[in-house]
Every structure is written in C-alpha cells, then in structure tokens.
C-alpha cells in the first residue's frame, strides 16, 4: 500500500498549488480520501475530505478557497489551493480508510511566504 503527496513548493501569498495523492495497492474507489495538515507547533488537522460517493466536507478555515477532489480511473486524489494565506503553511498529508483501515503518506510540505 502506498500514498504519495506531490505539488507542495513554496508560494507567494495569493497564490495557489494543487496537491496530488497517487493510491496503490488498495481498492482506491472504495475508500473515503482526505487530505490533513501539520503546522509547526500545532496539531495535525483535518484540511478536506472527500467520499467514496463524492461526498465532500471543509475544515471552515479553507471553505471557498480550496476544493478536494478525485479521479476513480487515476487512482488519485487532488487538493487545489487558492488564495493561499501563510497560515496554510504545514505539512499536508493524504489519507485513506475505509470502515476497518486508514491508510497516510508521507507528506508533503507547503510554505506560504513572500
């Protein structure tokens, strides 16, 4: 099983980035995908989340400003990220689960700064 983030860099405030989450080695579709992020000294955080059916939900931090979604056929899940603000600078990692495992990348780092 493997989840690899790419996308993260380092951007101006305002700016935007889309985050990839490549799947492999699980049943991608049947899984409930999210995306969540660790800031230095704060806790890890729920950032976005997506359903097997397509369902989404927000972190209200990031409501209107970023969009999860995903590709069944790619194997991938997506962050895009707009209007960036240097308090969305962390570590954002990809999660899978289903009702019985959960499954996390390695993550990948976003900076936000001019």
């Known amino acids: 099983v493997q989840l690899v983030e790419s996308g993260g860099g380092l951007v101006q405030p305002g700016g935007s980035l889309r985050l990839s989450c490549a799947a492999s080695g699980f049943s991608f579709s049947n899984y409930a995908m999210a995306w969540f992020r660790r800031a230095p000294g704060k806790q890890r955080e729920l950032v976005a989340a997506i359903t097997n059916s397509g369902t989404t939900n927000y972190a209200d931090s990031v409501k209107g400003r970023f969009t999860i979604f995903r590709d069944n056929a790619k194997g991938t899940a997506y962050l895009r990220m707009n209007s960036l603000k240097p308090e969305d600078t962390a570590v954002y990692y990809c999660?899978?689960?289903?009702?019985?495992?959960?499954?996390w990348g390695q993550g990948t780092q976003v900076t936000v700064s001019s």
């Open positions: 999660s899978g689960s289903d009702y019985a495992t959960n499954y």
